[in-house]
């Protein structure tokens, strides 16, 4: 029987080839532990471990493509508040120069633009984050769903094979009605 101990752990950037290897040996992991003695795994049960795997390997996948470089951020937000310091006191000092003053404008305004750009970034990547926590989520409702509705079925499945019992006996008890009935003789008329 394997464990999580036996299983190779993925290097740091996995090739899709590593992780298909590795969410292989997951699900044969899942059918050995699962099988019993007389039969094996039921196909549900390892198509729904299967499913989480395979789930769980994509999103690792794309948290991985989508890991901004942190340096390149810092480089970002460092030019954005150089180049806004620079056109807020340029703007300042050349209020009476009216060549200097667009200059310090422009500068201002790339600096803002640069800052909404860094801020559009975190923006993005907490939007991700609220995506992922919603896809969760509602994988979660769905699989609690799932379980609801066999569970009913269930009930119903129960519940079909009492009121069979039920009708059953009913039947036998008009047809042993109708067999009595029919065992009387007829009373005459007008005696």
């Given at each position: ?18 992780r ?46 989508q ?8 480089l ?21 120069k ?14 803002l ?20 926590e ?16 066999k ?30 009935q ?5 009373v005459?008329?007008?005696?």
């Amino acid at each position: 029987m394997t464990t999580d101990d036996d299983l190779p752990d993925l290097p740091l950037n996995p090739t899709p080839e590593q992780r298909a290897e590795y969410i292989m040996m997951r699900l044969e992991q899942f059918i050995r532990e699962g099988r019993t003695i007389g039969e094996g795994m039921s196909f549900k049960q390892w198509q729904a471990m299967a499913k989480t795997e395979i789930a769980i390997a994509v999103a690792a996948a794309q948290n991985e493509v989508q890991k901004d470089d942190p340096v390149t951020r810092r480089l970002l937000f460092m030019t954005a508040a150089c180049l806004t310091t620079i056109g807020f006191w340029g703007t300042a000092v050349s209020l009476h120069k009216t060549a200097y003053l667009v200059g310090a404008l422009v500068c201002g305004g790339a600096g803002l633009l640069l800052i909404a750009i860094a801020g559009e970034w975190r923006f993005r990547k907490w939007k991700r984050k609220k995506d992922a926590e919603l896809r969760i989520e509602r994988l979660a409702n769905i699989e609690a769903l799932n379980k609801r509705i066999k569970g009913l079925e269930r009930a119903l499945e129960k519940e079909e094979k009492t009121l069979e019992k039920k009708l059953k006996k009913t039947r036998k008890a008009v047809d042993d009605l109708h067999a009595a009935q029919a065992a009387v003789p007829p009373v005459p008329s007008g005696a």
